[in-house]
């Protein structure tokens, strides 16, 4: 895609630090542009063809994990910035919206030494004070 767009750039426009907020839609419910933060102020974005919505996830949004996921998360393998943004704008339009009870992690517990009773050195041993699950890798989408 970058080979794509470093040869078509009279033709888009790349907008870095440009969090989009909001998705506009037409009377037939057709994504037509975003609102979109840059520089501090809002702006309107028509979109001439189409909107592509690469989301990421949501794996450091707590409300979103606990109501679509299907047991507690401790460790995420996925950037800070995967806040379900781009799921929440998708939300606010009816998207049909998959894979929301899947992550792509990577399988933790809390580990907590704990003093052995049959030690006399002192020296601690493992245990677990977590669920032994495992996050779920999604399918794709």
Not at 29 to 35: E, F, H, N, Q
Not at 44 to 69: E, H, S
Not at 88 to 103: E, F, K, P, Q
Request: with cysteine; charged share 20%.
């Amino acid at each position: 895609m970058k080979e794509y767009l470093d040869a078509h750039t009279d033709k888009v426009e790349i907008m870095l630090e440009t969090p989009a907020k909001s998705l506009v839609t037409n009377d037939n419910g057709d994504v037509i542009g975003v609102i979109a933060t840059s520089n501090g102020k809002d702006i309107a974005i028509q979109a001439k063809r189409g909107v592509v919505l690469g989301t990421g996830g949501f794996d450091w949004n707590k409300d979103m994990m606990a109501a679509y996921m299907r047991g507690h998360i401790y460790f995420s393998a996925a950037v800070p910035t995967n806040t379900g943004d781009g799921q929440i704008m998708g939300m606010a339009i009816g998207a049909d919206l998959r894979n929301m009870n899947s992550c792509w992690g990577l399988p933790g517990y809390v580990y907590q030494p704990v003093r052995s009773r049959a030690s006399s050195t002192g020296r601690c041993t493992a245990a677990s004070r977590a669920p032994s699950r495992s996050t779920s890798t999604a399918s794709g989408s």
